[in-house]
């Protein structure tokens, strides 16, 4: 039996009323002044409190880590996408039993989801899907800012601004004509993200880069990217709009 499986062995879903309503902590009891507005260190016993809201009564609850799966598949069955819901935690299971036989120990939750998101971008890369695909890139920068792996997240962070410079299109088709019509990359739709502009300052900051560190590293990585995707955008006109959002 998989970890899910003992989870939702455990605790049903549709019978189970887990969290805390009143501001006391999941772990140890600590009593806390106020509700907290979000995920919060326990003052008590230091773990990581979050806090959901309940779909049976939309209560807002305070609970441990390990229960927001279970708050997850709740709001699953609630919105009517429990089968999507399981069809993932399936793919989540299968992901982890490969890398634990692979690595000889219990894979972390960042390696089971770098995992399936290196195994996304190649179907996603096959199919046409380039919007799908910057979507897997950036969800890699956001495990590895996680991880504390600040120096690679922002690597993957100025690759996704590169992508979003050249316009990326879901085609969803190979189809020749179809692809004249529709370009994979077009520069006209090119835009930058102020979430991931933010969190490259918010990143070069951090290790006390200089804007030309942050040129030399952008065209480096536009240029791997230009050369293995073939992507219409040069790199060198591709940072003269990135620096101008820069702070
Ligand atoms: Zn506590």
């Not at 997850?72 to 399981?86: K, P, V, Y």
């Not at 316009?167 to 190979?174: A, L, M, R, W």
């Amino acid at each position: 039996m998989g970890l899910f499986d003992r989870l939702t062995a455990k605790f049903s879903p549709k019978k189970s009323n887990i969290g805390n309503t009143q501001p006391v902590c999941p772990y140890c009891g600590h009593q806390l002044e106020k509700m907290p507005g979000r995920k919060k260190r326990c003052p008590g016993c230091d773990q990581h409190m979050l806090v959901r809201t309940r779909p049976r009564d939309r209560k807002k609850i305070l609970i441990r880590e390990d229960q927001a799966i279970l708050i997850e598949e709740q709001w699953s069955i609630a919105n009517g996408t429990h089968d999507q819901f399981l069809a993932a935690r399936r793919e989540y299971e299968a992901e982890r039993n490969r890398l634990q036989k692979q690595l000889g120990r219990e894979p972390t939750a960042s390696e089971i989801e770098w995992a399936k998101l290196t195994k996304e971008l190649g179907v996603h890369a096959k199919q046409y899907q380039w919007g799908l695909y910057r979507n897997a890139r950036l969800s890699m920068g956001d495990i590895l800012k996680k991880d504390k792996k600040y120096k690679d997240a922002l690597d993957v962070y100025l690759e996704v601004c590169y992508l979003d410079l050249n316009g990326p299109n879901n085609c969803g088709s190979t189809d020749a004509q179809m692809l004249r019509e529709f370009p994979p990359f077009n520069p006209k739709d090119g835009f930058l993200a102020p979430g991931v502009l933010g969190y490259v300052d918010n990143l070069l900051h951090r290790q006390k880069l200089s804007k030309n560190d942050i040129k030399v590293r952008f065209l480096a990585i536009s240029a791997n990217v230009q050369n293995s995707l073939g992507l219409p955008v040069a790199p060198e006109k591709a940072w003269r709009k990135l620096s101008k959002e820069l702070n």
